[in-house]
């Protein structure tokens, strides 16, 4: 097994330095930062965080990006909350969605009425797509 890099520096001139509960410490000769190596669990592509990230962003609710992507809604706040993400505050508009197949989303192009009067945008979800509309709100 290869010596971790240091998490402080990033440097790969690292030795084992003693076992603490169970897990091995490790010293960096660089910078003198004494750590241990975080476990590996069963992690969440990197795809996933982005495109769960993306939803939050336009408008999608974490039980809904829950139930688009088969990822926790807990998973989901917790990386608007590491990631420092904020939703742009504009109240005059609501986002609705669909999900289509690739020749459903060809026809939904086809007719131009609906392309009028909305902004949109169109995602990769797995092998389909979402198609996210904008559209304002009623009074």
Same mark, same amino acid.
């Not at 910078?31 to 999608?60: H, M, P, R």
């Not at 904020?86 to 197949?101: G, H, L, Q």
């Given at each position: 097994?290869? $010596? =971790? $890099? &240091?998490?402080? &520096?990033?440097?790969? $001139?690292?030795?084992?330095?003693?076992? %603490?509960?169970?897990?091995?410490? #490790?010293? &960096?000769?660089?910078?003198?930062? $004494? #750590?241990?190596?975080?476990?590996?669990?069963?992690?969440?592509?990197?795809?996933?965080? %982005?495109?769960?990230?993306?939803?939050? %962003?336009?408008?999608?609710?974490?039980?809904?990006?829950?139930?688009?992507?088969?990822?926790?809604?807990?998973?989901?706040?917790?990386?608007?909350?590491?990631?420092?993400?904020?939703?742009?505050?504009?109240?005059?508009?609501? =986002?609705?969605?669909?999900?289509?197949?690739?020749?459903?989303?060809?026809? #939904?192009?086809?007719?131009?009425?609906?392309?009028?009067?909305?902004?949109? %945008?169109?995602?990769?979800?797995?092998?389909?797509?979402?198609?996210?509309?904008?559209?304002?709100?009623?009074?």
């Amino acid at each position: 097994m290869k $010596n =971790p $890099n &240091c998490p402080r &520096c990033d440097s790969q $001139n690292v030795t084992k330095s003693g076992v %603490i509960k169970e897990k091995q410490r #490790f010293k &960096c000769k660089d910078c003198n930062y $004494n #750590f241990t190596v975080e476990k590996l669990g069963k992690g969440i592509s990197t795809y996933y965080v %982005i495109k769960a990230l993306q939803l939050y %962003i336009e408008g999608v609710s974490y039980r809904e990006i829950e139930r688009l992507l088969g990822v926790s809604h807990v998973s989901v706040m917790n990386w608007v909350k590491k990631y420092q993400i904020k939703i742009p505050k504009n109240s005059d508009y609501y =986002p609705t969605y669909k999900i289509m197949n690739h020749k459903e989303l060809a026809a #939904f192009y086809a007719d131009r009425e609906n392309l009028r009067d909305s902004g949109m %945008i169109v995602t990769e979800l797995g092998d389909k797509f979402m198609l996210i509309k904008w559209e304002r709100l009623k009074h």
